[in-house]
């Protein structure tokens, strides 16, 4: 009897370009997006609207199939996240234990020096993080998306949409791992939280909109002027210490600090999410300036994709 041929982990969709899947289900979730052809040879998804409102529209409708088609990015979003932590003991659990690592010795240090009631501080700096790492991840490797995707989009004909979903899929699952972290906290501190807890998960799809359009910006300037994503990495890291992460507002007293705060769109994003966790309802100025930051960033965000994805192959 013949032995059976081991199969090889070398991506079979592009053979030329030396990349390695991550799971068969990678393989077959980018078989299923791929449009039928016409018998011709051409693909169907080459033609597409040349005036301004129909590449709108066009792009519109792939980001609405796609949320619908969610098993598909999911199962790549998860075939990633499990060829990353394969053969490790705890798996994507390491990123929560890190977290909780750096929660209770940085929320302890500053906790301590800002003079804050650690039973109120550690939940305020644990939740903050965990959403401030969510929103940072998103945008830093929204950025990079395309060009760490190269090797697919050039030989995959799926709609570009598809690796930002992917990234969106991969986080959240991450996000979900770190959410045991402050459960951890709220059975140690037993804070008051009732119903309006389920807010944040209306704060948290807000927040998935408007890092979907974030994301799609800057998937597209990015990999034209590669060097934009080192500026942004840079201003990300100055916005951490501008948002009340680390620090409350009510901890530091500054003439200029109002501004700081409530200028900050970044600062709505992060407590619309973690007010509701709290057990306290956000304002409602937090509910208006991040409705509006989500629907100019996703406005932004189809516009240029709408206008430039045809390039994009061009500038890998």
Not at 38 to 50: E, F, I, K, M, Y
Not at 182 to 205: D, K, Y
Not at 285 to 290: I, L, N, R
Request: charge should be positive; aromatic fraction near 10%.
């Amino acid at each position: 009897m013949r032995p059976v041929q081991r199969l090889s982990r070398r991506c079979v969709i592009h053979r030329n370009c030396g990349c390695r899947i991550a799971d068969a289900s990678t393989l077959l979730a980018y078989s299923a997006l791929s449009p039928p052809s016409n018998g011709r040879g051409d693909d169907l998804q080459s033609v597409a609207p040349t005036d301004g409102w129909g590449r709108l529209r066009s792009t519109a409708g792939e980001l609405v199939a796609l949320g619908v088609e969610a098993r598909r990015w999911w199962t790549l979003a998860w075939a990633d996240t499990r060829f990353r932590y394969r053969r490790t003991t705890f798996g994507p659990f390491w990123i929560t234990l890190s977290m909780a690592a750096t929660v209770f010795s940085v929320g302890l240090l500053f906790g301590t020096l800002f003079g804050n009631d650690l039973s109120q501080y550690l939940p305020y700096f644990a939740i903050g993080l965990i959403v401030w790492t969510f929103i940072s991840q998103c945008i830093l490797e929204g950025g990079l998306v395309y060009v760490q995707c190269a090797g697919y989009i050039k030989s995959t004909p799926v709609p570009l949409p598809l690796h930002v979903y992917r990234l969106l899929g991969r986080q959240l699952i991450l996000l979900g791992h770190n959410a045991v972290l402050p459960l951890g906290l709220w059975l140690i501190f037993q804070w008051q939280a009732g119903a309006v807890v389920l807010l944040s998960l209306l704060g948290l799809a807000i927040v998935v909109v408007a890092l979907i359009g974030a994301m799609l910006f800057l998937s597209i300037v990015c990999t034209r002027y590669r060097d934009l994503h080192q500026i942004i990495s840079a201003l990300m890291s100055l916005l951490f210490l501008l948002t009340p992460i680390i620090w409350m507002p009510g901890s530091v007293r500054s003439p200029g600090l109002d501004v700081v705060v409530y200028a900050n769109p970044f600062h709505h994003l992060v407590e619309i999410v973690r007010q509701p966790l709290l057990g306290t309802v956000p304002d409602l100025a937090s509910w208006v300036v991040s409705a509006a930051v989500a629907l100019i960033a996703l406005g932004a965000g189809i516009a240029i994709h709408a206008r430039l994805r045809h390039r994009v192959v061009y500038w890998l």
